[in-house]
């Protein structure tokens, strides 16, 4: 006899992680801003009473999943994604700005963040795309389609000054590469992040020497031109070395930055021609690179400078030592350093934490909960935390390779993927090592709007996964 009962089939290893981690949030909620005013952990006027109704509210949409026919989501994907595209465009029109972005609509003393509802909607829809019949992700069409589908959310949300929750979509990508999409995409994005990080970190013409140094290499490497690759280097010294001293031995007032582009970029031209003509591949590939690298590198600065904001090019110089301001923009990346450091092996104990008691920390029960647990619970309570995602990262890429259907491994591998990078950036930001972007640590930072929203993310792959077997190969 088939077993209808839907409960019996839930994956509750991931239920029991989810779990845990939603009441390390609350303790640690509570802790970060614990007054003796209000000692009670159930007190539902701060923000820990607050906090558990809302893990009631959201184990109570979990189970409403659980109870919706798996049919539901593959049939109106596409709707439920119009659906929140609609809703991100009445947010930016209608709601009023909170620190600097349009992205909340207030519902009586509850703030809805549409922005967090529109990466699972995202995500269903990129699922139904890619589990459509003979679709194939490296086909010049369907990146048109795919681009268009994650694109659509990331501009809305840009143009509500959200930059931190746009950048979440970009993430997809890691799910396109298990679908099929050529690795060399992968590489091209990471080199043009290096570019970016070379060309603002380095200036005078040295990020263009780097970046020619490293073609050099791959020309190399590719070709095995011993000649290309003499030739390549003496023009790099030339266009470098002799412009540098002329700059600071002779006085001269020449700008080495130009010259580099300049003599980089006719170089660039001229062999990508050639390499056209000979048809050869790895050339135009190589050479195609290095020409788009260039123009890439020289559009830096007007990105940088006039498309990001002035608190977004402070955090980001802040990251990368371009500039040091410990009490300004540095500030909070410094104290979240200072309470996790002060923990030590084992922490200060339980609401004994003084830099996070005495407020030092900004935003500490939100985007910088990791230092409460840093500070309070020491390098074992935060990697016990760090533990429990990443057993729940590999058991969701574990059931998502068990699915028999396309659209619930898509989904499911788009649920890591979004969690994983929230994750990763999250602590990043709490140790200085990502920028400061205003994203919450699934499951434990505080707030009902991403609570749920991550909820829903994780119901709804677990609802598909426990109809796998309904599921004909």
């Given at each position: ?301 007007y990105v940088f400078h006039d498309i990001l904001q002035t608190h977004q090019r402070a955090r980001i110089e802040e ?155």
């Open positions: 006899m088939r077993n209808t009962n839907v409960f019996a089939k839930i994956d509750w290893v991931t239920i029991l992680i989810y779990v845990m981690l939603m009441l390390i949030g609350w303790i640690n909620i509570y802790a970060a801003v614990y007054n003796t005013e209000h000692y009670s952990i159930f007190d539902f006027s701060q923000r820990y009473g607050k906090q558990l109704m809302w893990i009631g509210a959201a184990l109570l949409l979990m189970a409403v999943i659980m109870l919706v026919d798996s049919q539901f989501f593959t049939t109106f994907a596409y709707y439920i994604y119009g659906f929140t595209i609609l809703l991100l465009i009445f947010t930016l029109i209608t709601s009023t700005s909170v620190k600097g972005a349009k992205a909340w609509i207030k519902i009586g003393s509850f703030a809805l963040q549409p922005a967090e509802l529109a990466k699972f909607a995202t995500n269903l829809a990129l699922a139904k795309m890619i589990s459509q019949y003979n679709f194939k992700v490296n086909q010049l069409e369907s990146y048109f389609k795919l681009g268009l589908i994650v694109g659509l959310p990331i501009l809305i949300i840009l143009l509500q000054n959200d930059t931190g929750s746009a950048l979440v979509f970009f993430v997809f990508i890691l799910v396109l590469y298990r679908e099929g999409l050529p690795g060399i995409l992968l590489f091209i994005g990471f080199l043009l992040a290096t570019i970016f990080i070379v060309t603002l970190v380095y200036l005078g013409g040295v990020n263009l020497l780097i970046i020619g140094v490293f073609y050099a290499v791959i020309s190399w490497f590719f070709l095995r031109d011993y000649k290309h690759l003499l030739l390549l280097s003496i023009g790099l010294g030339l266009l470098f070395f002799i412009p540098t001293y002329m700059v600071g031995q002779m006085g001269y007032d020449i700008n080495v930055g130009k010259i580099m582009m300049y003599g980089l970029l006719s170089y660039a031209v001229i062999f990508v021609t050639r390499a056209l003509l000979s048809r050869h591949t790895i050339k135009i590939l190589i050479y195609s690179s290095l020409l788009g690298s260039l123009i890439f590198s020289s559009s830096v600065g990251l990368l030592g371009i500039k040091h301001d410990p009490l300004g923009v540095g500030y909070n990346v410094n104290q979240s350093k200072i309470a996790i450091g002060s923990g030590g092996v084992a922490g200060k104990g339980f609401l004994n934490g003084t830099q996070t008691k005495f407020n030092f920390v900004p935003e500490q029960s939100t985007d910088f909960i990791f230092c409460t647990v840093g500070e309070e619970w020491g390098f074992l309570g935060t990697s016990f935390v760090i533990s429990l995602f990443l057993a729940l990262f590999l058991r969701l890429i574990y059931v998502a390779e068990r699915q028999r259907s396309r659209f619930s491994r898509v989904y499911g591998y788009g649920v890591a993927c979004i969690l994983f990078f929230h994750f990763a950036i999250n602590i990043g930001m709490t140790i200085g090592l990502a920028p400061v972007i205003g994203i919450p640590l699934p499951f434990i930072s505080y707030g009902g709007s991403s609570l749920w929203s991550f909820t829903i993310l994780l119901a709804i792959f677990l609802k598909l996964d426990s109809n796998r077997m309904d599921v004909l190969w």
